[in-house]
């Protein structure tokens, strides 16, 4: 009830103008930038972990609609105008895209060559390195036809397939903060628990982004740690480690070091983000429920939001007004 409520509110404020209207009167001009992860086709999205995919007819339709209604921005646009205390005109947007998937180089870059936007690609580097599936995609092959029984996972029991959803969610609580061997070690206990089918590679590896840089050079590379562990948990020298190795495997695959970096999960503690100012990036990008980018914010602290199914919500909370709108008139966000 309260998630179609608060659906309802916010196709009366896109259709009715008021979103506009509110964002020219209160001037809230500045740039939002959007999260992408997974665009497969049906084979291959059903080994992703589902909020990490977006099917590729519904990412065209946002392409479509930012093509005619937005203005898309290079990451490095932006932070340009940052520096020189510019603000984007209202409406500007920037494409992001999380985890190195081999689908954003066989079905997004292709989707954005063919309606000219820029883009930004943040790998973690041993991910690629292994050609490895992320460890929420290996959560869920794993969990996609359970058979019925009980399974113990460090110690813990779950009957399956009642409990299927109990033990995901135990698993992502466990592995989200974990040191990359625990998370290993865990999944090789998970899988030896339930044998599942083998899952086909999701992800790329460095001759793959060589061609994406090759054939689409408006999809820029940025780093996602090595491991894609959590700077907020693991800071001090374990953040500079996975900082600085993955700006100099970028640099060593591909020839030039990555200027921007995204905090894995969109976590990171003060600590971490001085560790990111000093190995060399230009730019750093943590999750925010305040999105919009504006003259001021910290280039390190750079806010994003995941992009959102719905083109009508898409174009809410790409104009201006979100969620600054939904807040004067509820309080909160929505």
């Given at each position: ?38 665009v ?34 290079s ?16 409406g ?34 041993a ?17 996609r ?25 135990w698993l992502?609580a ?7 061997e ?5 999944l ?8 599942p089918e ?10 793959e ?5 090759g ?11 090595v491991?894609?562990?959590?700077l ?9 480690f ?9 640099a060593?695959e591909?020839g ?8 894995p ?70």
């Amino acid at each position: 009830m309260r998630a179609a409520l608060r659906s309802g509110l916010e196709g009366l404020l896109h259709y009715s103008g008021a979103a506009g209207l509110y964002a020219r009167l209160r001037s809230l001009a500045g740039a939002t930038i959007l999260m992408y992860h997974s665009v497969a086709r049906p084979a291959e999205a059903a080994w992703i972990d589902p909020p990490n995919r977006m099917a590729p007819e519904r990412f065209e339709a946002h392409l479509r609609y930012l093509r005619r209604h937005r203005r898309v921005l290079s990451l490095g646009e932006v932070v340009e105008r940052l520096r020189n205390g510019q603000c984007c005109p209202r409406g500007s947007v920037v494409l992001t895209f999380d985890d190195g998937y081999r689908d954003n180089l066989h079905v997004a870059a292709e989707l954005l060559a063919r309606y000219d936007l820029p883009a930004t690609l943040y790998l973690p580097t041993a991910y690629i390195d292994r050609g490895e599936n992320h460890w929420a995609d290996m959560v869920h092959a794993a969990l996609r036809n359970v058979r019925p029984g009980n399974v113990t996972i460090a110690g813990t029991t779950f009957d399956l397939p009642r409990e299927t959803e109990a033990l995901r969610s135990w698993l992502h609580a466990d592995l989200l903060p974990a040191t990359a061997e625990a998370r290993r070690q865990r999944l090789i206990e998970l899988v030896a628990a339930l044998q599942p089918e083998a899952p086909p590679r999701l992800t790329m590896n460095w001759d793959e982004v060589r061609e994406l840089v090759g054939a689409f050079p408006r999809f820029e590379i940025g780093a996602h740690t090595v491991e894609h562990i959590d700077l907020r948990t693991h800071d001090g020298a374990a953040a500079t480690f996975e900082l600085e190795h993955a700006r100099r495997r970028i640099a060593e695959e591909l020839g030039t070091a990555p200027r921007h970096m995204s905090y894995p999960y969109g976590r990171a503690s003060a600590d971490s983000i001085d560790r990111v100012r000093r190995a060399g990036y230009e730019s750093a990008l943590i999750s925010s429920d305040l999105p919009l980018v504006q003259p001021g914010v910290d280039c390190f602290v750079l806010p994003r939001i995941a992009a959102p199914e719905a083109v009508s919500r898409l174009a809410l909370w790409t104009g201006g007004g979100h969620p600054y709108l939904q807040r004067a008139l509820l309080g909160r966000s929505g």
